[in-house]
Structures are given as C-alpha cells and as structure tokens.
Nanobody, 123 residues
Framework: QVQLVESGGGLVQAGGSLRLSCAAS????????MGWFRQAPGKEREFVAG????????NYADSVKGRFSISRDNANNRVYLRMNSLKPEDTAVYYC????????????????WGQGTQVTVSS
C-alpha cells in the first residue's frame, strides 16, 4: 500500500478558493489512480474527483464540476484538488485515496486512504 497525507484544508468564506495537496510515499505513485472523497457530518463519504495514473483521464462528481480541478505530479508523488467558488455545502473532511485497480467512483475501489483534512466554508 501507499501512505497518503493530506494538507491544505482550512476555513474559507463562500466564494473563496483552497488547494488541497496529498503527498504519497511507500510505493510507486504512478502505479495508482488517485481520488478525492469527502465526508460531511452525518453523511456518507462521497466521491469528489479522480485522476488516472498518467493524469490524462479525470472524473468529477456533478456537484463540483466546473468548480473543482484535480491534478497530479508524478515526479513529486503528489495529487492536488483545486477548489474554487466554494459553497457552505462543500464543508467536509476531504480524503485522498489511491487505487491499484482503476479510476473509480466507489469507496471500495480504493485501497489506501489518508487521514483527511477539514474544509469549512462559511456563509
């Protein structure tokens, strides 16, 4: 498995922006498709965005399309989530995840998870 550590969360006003970063270690980073999930209080963990091993293919949840952008830097073992036009409903703990299988949208398609970083959007 690969070890993942997220950073970049915080408190931001509605309409603002944040960039989350996820640092990977332990295995060949480019062998993994990567994803971002989030979990709000009292809700299930949900898919936000995913990116293929090479970065060519990307997938987004409908709720974040046009506002969020996922990218990766295989040379430095990092994946990013740029979040623009943030809304209060984006408030959640955001998790980075790695998949040896494919660029998926389900939690069970991902093998490794970070500890999460809190994003809070005030109205």
């Amino acid at each position: 498995q690969v070890q993942l550590v997220e950073s970049g969360g915080g408190l931001v006003q509605a309409g603002g922006s944040l960039r989350l970063s996820c640092a990977a270690s332990g295995r060949t980073f480019s062998a993994y498709a990567m994803g971002w999930f989030r979990q709000a209080p009292g809700k299930e963990r949900e898919f936000v965005a995913g990116i293929s091993r090479t970065g060519v293919n990307k997938n987004y949840a409908d709720s974040v399309k046009g506002r969020f952008s996922i990218s990766r830097d295989n040379a430095n073992n990092r994946v990013y989530l740029r979040m623009n036009s943030l809304k209060p409903e984006d408030t959640a703990v955001y998790y980075c995840a790695a998949s040896e299988l494919r660029l998926g949208v389900r939690r069970d398609e991902y093998d490794s998870w970070g500890q999460g970083t809190q994003v809070t959007v005030s109205s």
